[in-house]
């Protein structure tokens, strides 16, 4: 079955930067598109990025656009998000979802707490 | 941007019917799934493309979708359905994925 495992969440300063790394098994990894999605603790879904399966096309929500940059290695089955000048509102579990037609998040991970504070 | 709007919550005694709806402008011409999310747990895709169902989802969960208005319904509502329901859409206008603000739904 499909099993998406998300890891390189931790304490990191204002300003500072940290990759997040999510491993996929149980599907073909390079046929599908990946998303990101975090939420802060006690609050709702907020879609962060996007990249096709060829890693051709990227998305940003505006809150991240210039800050956060997602990639993909498809002979690693991993995908990636590199996050820069990180600000205290960044502060989320940050989710891997597969993607799917019209745009579905099918499968989720477990999420990675990722805590901005100095 | 695309704006979705849910109601903050919804409560139902068990066994009755929960309708949770997702307003949306003209979010009929588009495809709208929804999540279910469990206190500590991540989200689960319980309805996907407006009415289908993911395999091992109970056929308790339907969805439908018309005009500014999506629903999910939750029939003969069990106590395990007390969770957080957020609907989900893809603005092509922005290249931008939406989701709901959320519904907790209570079981009386």
């Known amino acids: 079955q499909v099993q998406l495992v998300e890891s390189g969440g931790g304490v990191v300063q204002p300003g500072r930067s940290l990759r997040l790394s999510c491993a996929a098994s149980?599907?073909?990894?390079?046929?599908?598109?990946m998303h990101w999605v975090r939420q802060v603790p006690g609050k709702g879904l907020e879609w962060v990025a996007m990249?096709?399966?060829?890693?051709?096309?990227?998305y940003y929500a505006d809150s991240v656009k210039g800050r956060f940059t997602t990639s993909r290695d498809n002979s690693k089955n991993t995908l990636y998000l590199q996050m820069n000048s990180l600000r205290v509102e960044d502060t989320a579990v940050y989710f891997c979802?597969?993607?799917?037609?019209?745009?579905?998040?099918?499968?989720w991970g477990q999420g990675t707490l990722v805590t901005v504070s100095s | 941007s695309y704006v979705l709007t849910q109601p903050p919550s919804v409560s139902v005694a068990p066994g009755k019917t929960a309708t949770i709806t997702c307003g949306g402008i003209?979010?009929?011409?588009?495809?709208v799934h929804w999540h279910q999310q469990k206190p500590g747990q991540a989200p689960v895709l319980v309805v996907y493309?407006?009415?289908d169902r993911p395999s091992g989802i109970p056929e308790r969960f339907s969805g439908s979708n018309s005009g500014n208005t999506a629903t999910l319904t939750i029939s003969r509502v069990e106590a395990g359905d007390e969770a957080d329901y957020y609907c989900?859409?893809?603005?092509?206008?922005?290249?931008?994925?939406?989701f709901g603000g959320g519904t907790k739904v209570t079981v009386l």
């Open positions: 989900q859409v893809w603005d092509r206008s922005s290249d931008h994925l939406v």
């Open positions: 990249i096709w399966y060829d890693g051709y096309e990227r």
């Open positions: 149980g599907f073909t990894f390079s046929n599908f598109g």
């Open positions: 979802a597969k993607g799917g037609n019209e745009y579905v998040l099918d499968s």
């Open positions: 003209n979010i009929g011409s588009k495809s």
């Open positions: 493309e407006d009415s």
